[in-house]
């Protein structure tokens, strides 16, 4: 089986979650890489690195530039007429841009996929994952988005793809990019930090996140995150939300810290290797998941834990 | 302009879903089934749009079972003005269902077709996308703002770091996320308006669509389940726990 997997970057740089969509298809076959975007050289090279990595396709176009899946699925379309499987990761990017490829193949779309149990068998969450599916397409190509925290990362080096440009593209003329805020930070990304801090509603307002959380992360070198309530509560920006409705995180150490816990949260960290949970309320649900849980009034214990540690 | 709105009628939110024990899926009898929360937004936002006097029709659209009749009423309810269902007992997948909506928009002629990012349940994430990939038109997923200028849509979204915004050419695809409005509850005079509100009911042959699904469902199981840890005494046990596994600054 060929695969062609879709390069996440962000114009400089390739983006972590595309290695883990390559040890997906990997698992298929074949693996080509598309690198599509406006003066991607860079990225191209980079890409052509990563191991196991056969042909890279690029697509250098300024339509191509900001992702907009209007001018890109026709594009990925037409390469799939010389692959079986589209294989995407699973980010906003990604989740905007495979399913309009799907539609344009015809074929029913297989999301967030979780494994590979045979060459058209996926297993994959449904109900904020608290069920798994093991799902069989019958189409005859695939396409494929791939849950990040899921899969190990390919290396990003000992590999020796062959650069080859394709398709003209252009511009379909329906859309187009007006601007971006993108909270510049110098922490780790949430989705690939190894730590973790997260707050929740216990904290009481964004002074207090500020005052308690950020000092332990600051310490630990960790990624900021929060519960939708502390979200919804105006603390932190949208994009700190860790769950169902926010980002999918499976780091080494995850602190939840005044979160109770929802079915909602749980779906995005329970994946985590160890859980820390402070919580004043020792029937929260948030302990009947942690390994490490201590019944304190976070205001006292999280300070002195940031500077005992 | 017209605005078409599906929802779709799932599992309530606040039930916790318990997969079957012969693994054929999740147990839907005799549990509350509530109209999909993001779907829920999409009508609040084609409302908010007729008010403010962009809209002239907002339609909801549901493919489901009858009972999915329920889900359009709430959405009439909310304040949309007419409903259709595509009536089917069988699981209909994103593809077909992008299908059907294909089909009604050929019929219907929207301006917007507002739908909710993903379903509760499936968690697919691909209705929107595809029915824009069916008809041509521009796609704003996510979306957490919607402005409607003139012939065009500013469509701010939710994306990983941050926000986005696009400009997208009329008619055009909005798929709705958490922060785009907050719904409002229907008052019982507009329930009881709600119940003499047009609905037709339809099949899905009669927008010749095929439903057969091309995914099949294997099993359903349970994740595996984390079993809880240790509580510690103090901070100062939990540092020492820490501090074994390597974790300290």
Redesign the interface.
Known sequence: MKTLVWVEHDGSAVKDATLAAVTAASKLGEVHLLVAGSGVDAVAKEAAAIAGVGKVHVADNAAFGHNLPENIAPLVAELMASHDAFVVPATTTGKNIAPRVAALLDVMQISEILSVEGPKTFTRPIYAGNAIATVESSDAKLVLTVRGTAFEKAATSGGSGAVEAVGSGSDAGISSFVGAEIAKSERPELTSAKIIVSGGRALGSSEKYEEVIVPLADKLGAALGASRAAVDAGYVPNDYQVGQTGKIVAPQVYFAIGISGAIQHLAGMKDSKTIVAINKDEDAPIFQVADFGLVADLFNAVPELTGKI | MKILVPVKRV?DYNV??R?KADGTG?DLANVKMSMNPFDEIGVEEAIRLKEKGVATEIIAVSVGPAKAQETLRTALAMGADRAILVQTDDAV???AL?KIFKAIADAEQPGLVILGKQA???????????????T????G??A?AVNVEGDSV?VT?????????????LP?IVTT???LNEPRYASLPNIMKAKSKPLDTKSPADYGVDTA???????????AA?S?????A???E??A???A?G???
């Open positions: 599992l916790k879903p997969v999740v997948e994103p593809l992008a509760i349940d499936d968690d697919n994430n691909q209705t929107g996308q595809m029915l824009a990939a069916l041509g038109w521009a796609q997923t996510f957490s500013n979204r939710e994306v990983d770091g941050g926000l986005e915004t696009v400009k997208l050419k055009a996320d958490l922060r699904p091309r995914v099949k469902v294997v099993k359903v199981s349970e994740p984390r809880a840890g240790i509580k510690v103090d901070v100062d939990l540092v726990k820490l501090k596994m974790v300290h600054s």
